[in-house]
């Protein structure tokens, strides 16, 4: 297979999701937004200081120029859906009646497997302390009683056999081998087939059986959502790769499972290190039964498997990539190669998605707001422009979704100013028109979340919310009286009664102690950047 060429898509798609690799070896980037890359350039600057048109950006005055917030089209790939979580059609219904008796015999064959191997596992384990070097061999020979019943496991689950496509590599040629990641039945088929060291989430520990087995794989916990715990998970990556006597590494770099119909952002941890590594393409082709481990539950997922004749599964092992000397000091540019191998051999299409989507998804689903997969943004790409964390965007739904969302997801000027305590006047639908920018008279979660993420991450946004402060502060005793913030603002809310005041009071009162202390205040604009331009006619030099 000819190397991939990353200068071409694999399918032609709009700019703003097109990813251009630098030969300098520099970071890659994406292009702002919806083909207005080259603008910028055209733009007339804005003098730096507290100027701005309420009608246009009400936010000028927080940087030197004014970039437009523009959002790029959504998109309507759902990378998470399960085509068939429920039973539909007559010919599945009589299947699964047909197989029951098959499915109560599975059952007992997947309980035997599953405590046989528990038991091994746990032989295997028992005493072991020294879980910092590799597994000592008569241990590992223990563990293939594991992986048979690993594939007995598999059998059970209706895989009575899977094709193959090419073979593994040799560990000393390719120590780290990633896979695109649908069900959860990739996992233990790699157990069984490659027995290798894994990444996983601290939160597997502590799942019977299954965290007892992953022990034994000597696994790399890692916390997502700890930097710290990142990096110590790519340094023991980096480690085990590096020693011949460790098993071969694999990752998932996903990060979650998806539908197989597209192909999602990659995490970098299984390219930071710079070794060769080995692609592997898994498909589950399909009529009837969708077993990606999609919007379905685990339990109903596992008793379609069992009352399905046979599934098919299919494993194709791509040939081993070799990082260029620029690419083994540039992980993005390892990722990229890698992610398009996969794409091209799978044929489908890369997106921006990654483990924050489907937090995004859920959380819609939680908030019991219609139409849950209108509320994903392509957090890759949202990250990547603004800097924001999964968990800040998941912030920022819980505040949309106070907005009253209609069935297409949209909020209207009414809902948005109830929300955030403000009376229609010129700034504040100066405000709501900087987030609708289609001019359609309703906002979307991807328009909000793309504005306060755009606010947030200014230059002088931080420092603008301490002067703010300052400001309002006006007697300087460290707390904001509601006096005060009457004050500040009629200079931007003129006639303003007691009931609006005290409402922003309340608001910006983020403890609810009944007083404004600088933690609040901060804390408040954080989570409700756009209410900075509230307090910016206060901070004009006069």
């Known amino acids: 297979m000819s190397d991939p060429d ?22 890659e980037d994406y292009s702002p937004a919806d083909g207005q890359q080259n603008q910028d350039h055209h733009q007339p600057r804005v003098p730096r200081g507290f100027q701005f048109d309420h009608l246009n950006n009400p936010f000028s005055f927080l940087s030197e120029a004014e970039p437009p917030v523009l959002c790029p089209p959504a998109t309507t790939v759902d ?10 059609g007559l010919y599945e219904a009589i299947k699964i009646v047909i197989c029951l008796p098959i499915a109560l015999l599975r059952l007992v064959i997947f309980g035997a497997s599953l405590a046989v191997g528990y038991v091994a596992t746990k032989l295997a384990l028992a005493g072991w302390k020294d879980k910092h070097n590799p597994m000592p061999r008569w241990r590992c020979r223990i563990m293939w009683v594991t992986r048979i019943c690993t594939r007995c496991i598999l059998f059970s689950f209706g895989y009575h056999w899977i094709r193959r496509k090419g073979k593994p590599a040799r560990r000393e040629i390719a120590p780290i081998v990633v896979s695109n990641h649908v069900s959860f039945i990739e996992p233990i088929f790699f157990f069984y087939e490659l027995s290798p060291t894994i990444v996983a989430s601290e939160s597997h520990d502590s799942l019977p059986f299954v965290g007892t087995i992953i022990r034994a794989m000597q696994v790399i916990y890692v916390n997502r959502f700890s930097q710290e715990s990142r990096k110590n998970a790519v ?22 499972t998806t539908n197989g119909k597209v192909l999602i952002s990659f995490q970098l941890g299984a390219f930071i290190p710079g070794y060769p590594i080995q692609p592997v393409v898994v498909r589950y082709p399909h009529v009837h039964f969708d077993q990606s481990w999609g919007n379905i539950s685990l339990l109903m997922l596992m008793f379609r498997m069992f009352t399905q004749f046979h599934n098919f599964m299919e494993v194709e092992y791509l040939p081993v990539i070799y990082p260029s000397d620029t ?33 995004l998804l859920n959380r819609a689903s939680e908030l019991k707001l219609e139409n849950p997969s209108n509320y994903m943004v392509e957090m890759a790409k949202v990250a990547s422009l603004f800097h924001i964390s999964s968990l800040e965007a998941v912030r920022y739904l819980d505040t949309f979704s106070s907005m009253n969302p209609d069935s297409s997801g949209r909020v209207t000027l009414h809902d948005f100013l109830r929300v955030l305590r403000l009376k ?12 609708d920018v289609e001019k359609a008279g309703s906002i979307t979660f991807r328009q909000f979340l793309f504005a306060s993420a755009h606010v947030s991450a200014q230059p ?19 707390f904001i009286s509601i006096q005060e913030l009457g004050d500040a603002l009629k200079h931007t809310i003129p006639n303003s009664n007691k009931e609006e005041i005290h409402g922003m009071y309340i608001l910006l009162d983020d403890d609810k102690d009944e007083r404004i202390s600088k933690d609040d205040f901060l804390s408040c604009l954080r989570r409700n950047p756009l209410l900075i331009a509230v307090f910016s006619p206060i901070l004009a030099p006069t």
């Open 235 to 256: 340094h023991e990556i980096k480690r085990k790769a590096s020693c011949d006597r460790f098993p071969r590494l694999l990752l998932f770099p996903e990060g979650t």
């Open 460 to 478: 002088l946004f931080q420092q603008t919310c301490e002067l703010a402060f300052s400001h309002c502060d006006a007697d300087g005793d460290g």
């Open 6 to 27: 990353l200068s071409s898509p694999l399918i032609q798609r709009q700019p703003e999701v097109v990813i251009s690799i630098n030969d300098d070896g520099g970071e």
């Open 327 to 359: 690419q083994k000091q540039n992980a993005v540019r390892l990722s990229q190669k890698t992610s398009h191998a996969i794409a091209t051999s799978l044929n489908v299409v890369q997106t921006s998605h990654s483990y924050g989507d489907l937090m």
């Open 79 to 88: 990378p998470f859906r399960n085509d068939t979580p429920g039973v539909s």
């Open 424 to 435: 229609p006047c010129t700034l504040s639908k100066g405000i709501y028109g900087f987030i």
